[in-house]
């Protein structure tokens, strides 16, 4: 390949392709089924370009650009396909001319139409009401988020071949139904948009706190969250859903300005309540709260009340501008939390609402509220409730029971990172140093 540097080992072509794997497949694969039509071909096309690619850059360097490198791969891939299906001779025409008008244009320029994005088009096609939630979700973190089938099933508890199958039903449907692939129009956006501010936020919060891996972010993941989210705003903008919009918006500002104080230089895990704030993006907490103003002042001139995604912004908010720990006005952090859990009830949020109350009057308040929680079962399995009840216990001088409460934590914890911080926490709570540690704050 012409330009291509040499760069021939093959540890520098696995992470060339892992790379290109985690950066590059959903754009790709959005592109392709909007070639194809066809999410299967689109799959298997995707996967033999990186399956040559494995085979082509040993020997040949790896390209400056493997994304566009195995973009164009992956699209002469799917032209064979409509070739050998004898696809009519417009529809080949079209593909390539299509071709030739991205290949003119890439990387990232998205054309000059209404709303060009492929991957929006990709995500409200993947948060079509005729698919189950779970499967609107996974199919999004899947095709959009890029994230594998093994990823996906450690998030949902299940194993890797129910995910596989789970994505196979999810596509056929698709298919069979003849979902098509685009923005729907603006008198189907009210019933789609809600499903897809969800799966948006599932998706930032995938990239905030990984579910899985030796990583506590996935950067990447949480930005392209916030670039949707940024599109379905400026999409919902005339509509009566915009607050809801701009309020999603704000709260993955907020909570994204604070990414670079969330680990130390090791990679490990730094709680909101020690973290260097001036290490915190200023700049995109300002943008925040001028994005939640306006999302107020819509709510206000709708004479609507505050929804979930307001409601989150708020509290992210009051944690974002305060200057230190000491500042947070956490008595309205639990005022907040208990109008969330009227609009979105959930016992994550009720434990959220504990902490706020812990930090606002004293642990002994708060370990009562997580005791009840605790004693319903509604967050078994949940490794924060143990990993809140063990700090609170520790705050109040009850370092056995602490202690017990971090093992708890511990053994159900998703990601190394967490699994590091647990483990920390339970030396100093078995051999406690002279100074007490902070612990972590409610978010």
């Excluded at 003849?178 to 948006?200: H, K, M, Q, S």
């Excluded at 001028?290 to 307001?310: C, K, N, P, W």
């Excluded at 959220?352 to 009840?372: H, W």
Aim: with cysteine; glycine share 6%.
């Amino acid at each position: 390949m012409d330009g291509m540097p040499v760069e021939r080992s093959m540890a520098a072509v696995r992470t060339a392709v892992a790379t290109a794997s985690s950066e590059e497949s959903a754009r790709i694969r959005a592109t392709l089924i909007k070639m194809t039509g066809d999410w299967e071909v689109a799959e298997d096309c995707l996967q033999d370009a990186f399956a040559k690619a494995v085979t082509v850059w040993p020997g040949k360097g790896i390209p400056k650009n493997p994304g566009a490198w195995l973009t164009t791969v992956a699209k002469n891939r799917a032209i064979d396909h409509l070739r050998r299906a004898k696809t009519e001779a417009a529809t080949l025409r079209h593909v390539a001319l299509e071709v030739d008008r991205q290949q003119a244009t890439e990387p990232g320029d998205a054309g000059a139409s209404w709303f060009p994005d492929d991957r929006l088009r990709l995500i409200f096609t993947c948060c079509h009401p005729a698919l189950a939630l779970e499967a609107r979700v996974a199919l999004t973190l899947h095709t959009v988020a890029g994230m594998t089938t093994a990823e996906i099933a450690r998030a949902y508890l299940v194993t890797e071949t129910t995910m596989a199958k789970r994505l196979v039903r999810a596509r056929a449907k698709i298919r069979n139904a003849g979902i098509p692939y685009r923005v729907p129009p603006p008198e189907l956006l009210a019933e789609r948009t809600g499903g897809v501010l969800a799966v948006l936020y599932l998706l930032f919060n995938e990239g905030y706190l990984a579910s899985a891996g030796d990583q506590l972010l996935r950067l990447p993941l949480a930005l392209e969250a916030i670039r949707l989210a940024r599109l379905v705003a400026a999409l919902m903008e005339a509509t009566p859903l915009a607050p809801e919009a701009h309020s999603l918006l704000a709260l993955m500002e907020f909570q994204h300005a604070r990414s670079m104080a969330r680990t130390d230089a090791a990679g490990d895990l730094v709680t909101l309540e020690e973290q260097d704030r001036s290490l915190w993006d200023r700049t995109t907490i300002a943008e925040g709260v001028t994005i939640l103003g306006h999302a107020e002042q819509r709510r206000a001139a709708l004479g609507a009340h505050a929804g979930s995604y307001q409601l989150q912004a708020s509290i992210a908010a009051c944690h974002a501008v305060a200057s230190n720990v000491g500042d947070t006005d956490f008595a309205r952090i639990a005022a907040l939390y208990g109008e969330l859990a009227a609009v979105a009830p959930s016992p994550v949020v009720d434990l959220n609402r504990a902490i706020a109350v812990a930090m606002s009057q004293g642990p002994g308040a708060g370990l009562k509220l997580v005791d009840v929680l605790d004693r319903s079962g509604a967050l078994d399995g949940y490794y924060l409730l143990p990993a809140a009840r063990a700090d609170l216990l520790r705050r109040l001088g009850r370092r056995t029971e602490a202690a017990h409460d971090y093992r708890r934590a511990l053994e159900l914890a998703p990601s190394d990172v967490e699994r590091r911080y647990l483990a920390r926490r339970l030396a100093e709570t078995a051999n406690p140093p002279t100074a007490e540690p902070a612990g972590p704050a409610p978010e």
